[in-house]
Nanobody, 124 residues
Framework: QVQLVESGGGLVQAGGSLRLSCAASGRTFSSYGMGWFRQAPGKEREFVAGITRSGGLPYYADSVKGRFTISRDNAKSTVYLQMNSLKPEDTAVYYC?????????????????WGQGTQVTVSS
């Protein structure tokens, strides 16, 4: 079992930045690939960014590429999502998730463990 707790969400103006954190506890954090997903009201949950166990291979949805950066600190059992140049369409609840590294890491059904989510609201 892995427990995940997100933090760092909030209200920010368009063009601003936020840094989300996801602290993990339980089984060995470095055993899991990690991902960030988001869900806006009335929409399906969508992939945002993912990172491999070692942290060497981050990958992103096209909608956030060049603006968001995912990273991890295995010593702190934490994964981060640095979000820059935020847009109103980035408004959503953001979730972190953990998976064993089978598959692309871009679909929610590959992830076994989920946090409770943190709200990000970007005003225009």
């Amino acid at each position: 079992q892995v427990q995940l707790v997100e933090s760092g969400g909030g209200l920010v103006q368009a063009g601003g930045s936020l840094r989300l954190s996801c602290a993990a506890s339980g089984r060995t954090f470095s055993s899991y690939g990690m991902g960030w997903f988001r869900q806006a009201p009335g929409k399906e949950r969508e992939f945002v960014a993912g990172i491999t166990r070692s942290g060497g291979l981050p990958y992103y949805a096209d909608s956030v590429k060049g603006r968001f950066t995912i990273s991890r600190d295995n010593a702190k059992s934490t994964v981060y999502l640095q979000m820059n140049s935020l847009k109103p369409e980035d408004t959503a609840v953001y979730y972190c998730a953990a998976r064993t590294e089978v598959g692309s890491g871009r679909t929610s059904n590959e992830y076994s463990y989920w946090g409770q989510g943190t709200q990000v609201t970007v005003s225009s």
